[in-house]
């Protein structure tokens, strides 16, 4: 059986709880860094080529 997932919900992990992650983009939500400050995550995706990369922040884990 194949999972359906709406496009616009972005599967995290634990890990990325209360952090920062920049997605390649919406429609390709690959996590491509993440971290306690939103201006060094955006910086170290940018520094892998993701110049138009998506920063969200990730709540904390209940």
Not at 30 to 49: F, Q, T
């Amino acid at each position: 059986m194949t999972e359906k997932i709406d496009p616009f919900t972005i599967k995290v992990q634990e890990k990325h709880a209360g952090k920062y992650v920049a997605l390649k983009s919406f429609l390709e939500p690959i996590i491509v860094a993440y971290g306690k400050n939103p201006h060094r995550v955006l910086a170290a995706a940018k520094k892998k080529g993701y110049d138009k990369a998506v920063l969200l922040f990730n709540g904390p884990w209940r």
